[in-house]
C-alpha cells in the first residue's frame, strides 16, 4: 500500500521532522499540535521558529489544532508528543480510528504505570489498529537541514514496516526494519539516561578514555537491563542501540545531555531543565527505570548513581569513579558465562 495521507500528532522538533520528510516525499501530511501560533507560522510562514528557527518547511506541509481533521483519513498517524500526554491525546481520537489506521510512536519514553513503553500504550488503547515505533540516532535540527541520517522502524507487522519505510525514505534519511518491537523501543528511552551521565562527565571535564569508558559501559548496562525484561542483545548493536547511544552521548544538540552538562556544571535538575525549555525524558525515564532495575535486582551502577547525583545532590565524580571499584564484570555483556567471571 502507498501511503497517501499521514498525520503527525505534536509540534515538537522531532515530530516536525517527520511531517516535512513525508511532506517532501509528495505525501499529503497534517501536523496537529496545540499552540495555535505555530500552527499558523507553520501554514503561512512554513517555518516552526520555536523548535526549527531558520528551518524552512515543505510548503504543502499543514498544520491543525483540530485533533480530529488531522487524524481523519491518514493511512499512518506518527505519535510525537512527550510520554506523560501520549495515553491522554491517542485516547481522546481514538474512538474514530479504523483497524487499518497504523500508528507509530517516535516518543522516547516509560510510563511508570505497569512502566509501559509507548507501543505498549498505544495497543492498550487501539487493539485493533497496527503498531510501530521510529527510533535511532536522530538530531532533529541536523536531519532538518537535510544532513545525512537514518533510523529504525520496528514493527510486528511486515507490511507497516515496508509502508514506513517507503514514506520516509529519502536521499537524507534511510530507515531499516526491525521486527523487535520492545528491544528497539526500550533502547531509545534507556539511551535518554546515559546521556545525562555522559552530559554531566563532560561538564567536569574529564577525559576522552573516561568518555569512552562511560559509553561502553552504559551499552552493556542498558543490554542487561533490556534481555530481562525479554528484548534481543543483538538489537542493541545496531542505529537504534549503539548508534543512538553514541549521538545522545557526545551531541551538545542532545537534550539530555544538556541536562547533564548543566547539572555537571553546578546548576540544580530544576534549573538545568528550566534553561533546556524543552522535555528531557531521560529525567523521569531514570526515576522507572531505577525502581525497575531494584525490583528486578539487575545490576546497573550508572542508573544508582545518575539517580543520586539528579536527585540526592550527590557529586557526579562519584559516578564516573563507581565504575572503578564495581563488582568485576566482563567485557562483551553475554559472551562470558558470569560463572567465569
Not at 520516509?168 to 539511551?191: H, Q
Not at 552521548?249 to 542532545?254: E, F, G, Q
Not at 551502577?301 to 563507581?322: H, I, K, S, W
Request: glycine letters at 8%; a negative charge.
Amino acid at each position: 500500500m502507498v501511503i497517501q495521507k499521514a498525520a503527525v500528532i505534536g509540534g515538537g522538533s522531532f515530530g516536525t521532522v517527520v511531517a516535512n520528510i513525508l511532506a517532501d516525499n509528495q505525501i499529503h501530511t497534517v501536523q496537529w499540535m496545540r499552540n495555535d501560533e505555530v500552527a499558523r507560522c507553520i501554514n503561512e510562514q512554513h517555518s516552526n521558529p520555536q523548535y526549527l528557527p531558520g528551518v524552512s518547511l515543505n510548503p504543502s506541509l499543514t498544520a491543525t489544532t483540530d485533533l480530529l481533521e488531522a487524524v481523519r483519513g491518514a493511512e499512518v498517524i506518527f505519535v510525537s508528543v512527550p510520554s506523560k500526554s501520549v495515553r491522554e491525546v491517542v485516547s481522546s481520537f481514538a474512538a474514530e480510528l479504523t483497524p487499518d489506521q497504523a500508528l507509530v510512536s517516535t516518543t522516547k519514553g516509560i510510563e511508570p504505570d505497569g512502566f509501559l513503553l509507548m507501543s505498549q500504550v498505544l495497543a492498550e488503547i487501539c487493539p485493533d489498529n497496527p503498531v510501530g515505533v521510529l527510533s535511532g540516532p536522530n538530531l532533529a535540527k541536523e536531519i532538518a537541514k537535510r544532513e545525512l541520517a537514518a533510523t529504525v522502524i520496528a514493527s510486528e507487522n511486515s507490511d507497516l514496516r515496508r509502508n514506513i519505510q517507503e514514506a520516509l525514505s529519502c536521499p537524507y534519511f534511510r530507515v531499516y526494519a526491525s521486527n523487535d518491537l520492545y528491544g528497539v523501543e526500550l533502547s531509545g528511552a534507556l539511551k535518554n539516561i546515559y546521556a545525562i551521565v555522559s552530559g554531566f562527565v563532560a561538564a567536569l571535564g574529564m577525559g576522552e578514555n573516561t568518555r569512552s569508558m562511560i559509553i561502553t559501559r552504559s551499552l552493556a548496562e542498558m543490554s542487561r537491563f533490556a534481555v530481562a525484561l525479554g528484548a534481543n542483545p543483538l538489537t542493541f548493536l545496531g542505529l537504534a542501540g549503539v548508534g543512538d547511544l553514541v549521538v545522545t552521548c557526545t551531541s551538545p544538540l542532545s537534550r539530555n545531555y544538556r541536562v547533564g552538562y548543566a547539572i555537571g556544571q553546578g546548576k540544580s535538575l530544576a534549573e538545568a531543565v528550566d534553561e533546556l525549555g524543552e522535555v528531557a525524558e531521560g529525567v523521569n525515564t531514570l526515576r522507572y527505570v531505577r525502581a525497575k532495575a531494584q525490583e528486578l535486582s539487575i545490576y546497573m551502577p550508572l542508573v544508582m548513581g545518575a539517580y543520586e547525583v539528579l536527585f540526592n545532590a550527590a557529586d557526579p565524580r562519584v559516578v564516573a569513579q563507581g565504575l572503578m571499584t564495581g563488582e568485576h564484570a566482563s567485557d562483551v555483556e553475554f559472551a562470558l558465562p558470569r560463572c567465569e567471571i
